[in-house]
T-cell receptor, first 115, second 114 residues
């Protein structure tokens, strides 16, 4: 099993450009999440999904959109990139709390720089 | 403006010593807690978890202690090795029960000196 795979691993964008980050999991997890990680800020939840076809806002959703058309994929879109969106983005998935050891499985991250 | 540096609490230990990393949580309704390890350039990795009906749980070289009275969580690493050098995060499930969203602490940087 590959676990959680994120693509791309690195990207540089110009202000105003758009892009999509892809997250794929092969563990049949119901729940998927997008976090951003900034120095001194920890992990902050952007959007999440509790199942195919569902999405919901997290703590810092502005400037981002998501889609979960297939259970195994969770896409994060930046509509018009801003320098404040320079960050490391992590995708995670889980069965959902209440089922045994259900800690999130994280991808390896996407390092995004907006110039 | 002021640049945001990596203002993490840090812990430096000698190889072979035991390490204790602490975490305070704020939500008294949280009933599930996890410790994660994040090595440089990688995603967080699950280490150990504990439910609120327990006050101690042991894994391989790691022990998590939970004190609900003072809302405190700790991770003990026995015989710390250089490979244990990483940032360690605690996480809680906030509202408890069926809440599937975890809230993460800001992390502690552990450095193991050979």
């Amino acid at each position: 099993n590959a676990g959680v795979t994120q693509t791309p691993k690195f990207r540089v964008l110009k202000t105003g450009q758009s892009m999509t980050l892809l997250c794929a999991q092969d563990m049949n997890h119901e729940y998927m999440y997008w976090y951003r990680q900034d120095p001194g800020m920890g992990l902050r939840l952007i959007h999440y999904s509790v199942g195919e076809g569902t999405t919901a806002k997290g703590e810092v959703p502005d400037g981002y959109n998501v889609s979960r058309l297939k259970k195994q994929n969770f896409l994060l879109g930046l509509e018009s990139a801003a320098p404040s969106q320079t960050s490391v983005y992590f995708c995670a998935s889980s069965y959902g709390l209440g089922r045994g050891d259900y800690g999130y499985t994280f991808g390896s991250g996407t390092r995004l720089t907006v110039v | 403006g002021e640049s945001v540096g990596l203002h993490l609490p840090t812990l430096s230990v000698q190889e072979g010593d035991n390490s204790i990393i602490n975490c305070a949580y704020s939500n008294s309704a949280s009933d599930y807690f996890i410790w994660y390890k994040q090595e440089s350039g990688k995603g967080p990795q699950f280490i150990i978890d504990i439910r609120s009906n327990m006050d101690k749980r042991q894994g391989q070289r790691v022990t998590v202690l939970l004190n609900k009275t003072v809302k405190h969580l700790s991770l003990q690493i026995a015989a710390t090795q250089p490979g244990d050098s990483a940032v360690y995060f605690c996480a809680e499930n906030g509202s408890g029960g069926s809440n599937y969203k975890l809230t993460f602490g800001k992390g502690t940087l552990l450095t193991v000196n050979p």
